[in-house]
């Protein structure tokens, strides 16, 4: 018996270590904030219950008429402006008229909320913008539906085409839960250059981010060619598995994707509009980062010739566990680059342009 006996207790012990390595390997593979990512198939479990409010925040332009049930629509538009003042086009309302508009839609703060778009905006980029909005308001519990209303649909789950209904209540966030502070502008910006607190990352294309394209200001004039300096690019559309389901990269993959920063320090991102970077925003707070900034003006303000905010064409690598940073230009940018008639003076060795108006 005792032979048994020695092969049942190894088998067992073996088991016992095959299960534990399986679970250690599902922990290690789970987002560390996951809390803020909603399956279809969670959401269809959840969604009838009384606090779970759910959020089509499509536009017009990208609302195909079918709903998850019960959805309540609101546009995340209703949460950008124009400040033509500033020369900004869409930029955000503020914290007051957000609470507003979130309480004309029958939120409060004690609510679920579940943020969905479509593969077709950009796989989570819009609903990643009012998560961003929720967040500086200290909104605790919200979550991102996985690739949006396409998620619901390619589960098999029912649409309708009547939104729920919305009775206005009075959405109020707690003083000491409104983060203030993260709302930054371009001073904010400015002022930490050079701070090793701070990481600088550029969520737009490589040609935007190179200076090699531009875009232009509510004015209609050309913005400045290139980057925030220090930034380093990277794509907010690397942390989707493929172009055509969007669906988020696992945690391992994300990791290997920013390995390079640190989580114990600050992290700026932006884009050209706050749209792009939010979605980065939601990416990074998704994998255990607390302290991202989004800088909602983005190249708006930052690439605007009235601003006198230096700009970079030169290209900076994230490797390793810090920031590094070429010693030489990009060999594509060995000649200054062209800029508007606004962007004054020669490239310096540095790799700034001008940062005139």
Request: hydrophobic residues 35%.
């Amino acid at each position: 018996m005792k032979p048994y006996r020695t092969i049942l207790i190894a088998v067992v012990l073996m088991l016992g270590l095959f299960w534990s390595l399986e679970a250690a390997q599902k922990n290690a593979s789970k987002y560390p904030n996951s809390d803020l990512l909603a399956s279809a198939q969670w959401l269809h479990t959840h969604r009838d219950r009384k606090e779970v409010i759910v959020v089509d925040v499509r536009t017009d332009k990208y609302f195909s008429g079918g709903m998850i049930p019960g959805a309540i629509r609101l546009p995340w538009s209703f949460f950008r402006t124009n400040d033509a003042g500033a020369n900004l086009a869409s930029t955000f309302v503020g914290l007051s008229k957000a609470q507003d508009i979130l309480g004309d839609h029958g939120i409060t703060p004690d609510d679920t909320l579940v943020l969905y778009d479509s593969v077709e905006r950009d796989g989570g980029a819009t609903a990643s913008y009012v998560f961003w909005v929720l967040d500086l308001l200290g909104h605790k519990n919200k979550k991102i539906l996985e690739r949006g209303i396409n998620g619901w649909k390619d589960a098999g789950y029912d649409l309708v085409t009547t939104p729920g209904e919305i009775k206005p209540l009075l959405y109020q966030a707690g003083y000491e839960n409104l983060k203030r502070h993260r709302l930054i502008d371009g001073n904010f910006v400015y002022k930490r250059l050079g701070d090793p607190f701070y990481q600088m990352v550029d969520v737009r294309s490589r040609a935007e981010y190179m200076g090699e394209k531009g875009t232009r200001g509510l004015n209609g004039e050309p913005l400045k060619l290139g980057h925030v300096p220090t930034a380093v690019n990277l794509n907010y559309e690397a942390a989707w598995t493929d172009d055509t389901s969007k669906k988020i990269k696992t945690f391992p993959q994300l990791r290997e994707l920013y390995k390079g920063l640190d989580p114990s320090k600050g992290i700026i991102v932006y884009c050209n509009s706050g749209r792009r970077s939010a979605f980065s925003y939601y990416i990074l707070r998704l994998m255990g980062f607390e302290t991202v900034y989004t800088y909602e003006p983005s190249w708006k303000e930052w690439g605007n010739p009235e601003h006198f905010f230096p700009v970079e064409t030169r290209e900076n690598i994230l490797s390793g566990e810090y920031l590094s940073q070429p010693s030489s230009r990009s060999t594509s940018h060995s000649k200054p680059v062209e800029h508007s008639s606004s962007a004054t003076g020669s490239q310096p060795e540095s790799g700034y342009i001008s940062c005139g108006g």
